[in-house]
DNA sequence: GCCTTTGGATAGTGCCGCTATCTACTACGG
DNA sequence: CCGTAGTAGATAGCGGCACTATCCAAAGGC
């Protein structure tokens, strides 16, 4: 398959492709000429995840591109690979975290984690981010948002107790290329994919359950 | 308070105050000559929800002024205003909805829907965002999570339900400003917050889960 | 043979969220 | 009453990002 035909399938535009290959996010086809080269299905998948990780993930090209060499590297396995999910997926630091209330933030963030019995490496980047939502919240005195916390949490247990059973069934029913691969693809797409499912259907259950308490005053 | 104390107090620049003042996202401080104005806490708050609405929900400018619109019409009211938040936080549309799969994977939101039992209107954005992630799912062959799409469901329902009872409760106790403006407040931050604490949560319950599951083979 | 497509390279575009600068005016300590 | 610091308002600029446009020489393919 040449360039036309893989934007074709891909519905991604010539240029953009090119801009891919560029940046690295794609590799380069196995050229059959000094200006002629080949793409494979492999191509077409690889396009198809970093728009995924682009569109729906809202993932920068820097971001993807570390996304997808972890991919490629067979030396990331297991949870460790979860880190460098969950570092592209993590925007950016919002606030100041040197303040006392950050720190205050932080801590009921390391006592829910201690209650709920999480193991969890003290250097994850979600800790952080959690800490950043407390103490915004706590800013604009939401204190019943947190006040259900555990709810949160119940929630958030009972979704990544399906996420990571559906990373060990796929690894083993197998698939397209190699199973560490498809692995770490899984584990990738996954958490992108299922944080925005997770977020459509709360708003739908918000509608319903505001439809259901609050009447239909539309 | 003037502008200094406004910056000093919210943490945020005087040119970005301006900046916001131009664009609409805050309302004139009340003028005390000619080049003199004096804003009140209502100016604080607002500049706090407009870090969350930009930091926390990664809002764009843009669309914080339709929100913060929402937030100071009075004619807004009851669950129509969870509209106005959902499409706010809602990204621009992904990809191609015109597709035989799209239009499939609309089809299977609409029977989870119906199944559960919600009562949506059918013009949510939300109908289309969960159907643009089903659909980037089955385009990967991420069916395994799709399988258990009702687990996601089920997390989706368990926090709305909390979401929507932290509205109640809130507008109930009152605060500051008067009862109305406090609940599209709440409502708006509250989405925005729970998205984001949802998610960091989620990240650290598969960081927990995989360890527990996969072993330790960092 | 000749028009189309390709790989490769370089430069440009449009948007977005600020940031810098300027001017004229005001507040306030001394 | 002076001098310095702060302020409102207006305009212009900046840096980053995700593409997009253009050009060239070399295949491809009928």
Redesign the pocket.
Known sequence: M????LSRRSGV????I??Y??EGLLP??T???????D?GDGHLRRLRVIRVL?DVGGV???AAREVLAAIDDPDVVGHHLLGVAHHAVAPAARGRRDTEQWRAARAEVDAVVRRRGWAISPDAAALDHVADVICAARALGLDELLAGMDTYADAAELVARHDIDTVVTRAQRGGPGDEQALMVETVITGTVLGESLLTGLRLLAQEATSARTLGDER
Chains 1, 2 share one sequence.
């Open positions: 040449r360039m036309g035909e535009s010539v240029p953009t090119k801009y290959l560029r380069a086809g050229a059959t000429g000094r200006n002629q080269a793409y682009i920068s090209v820097t």
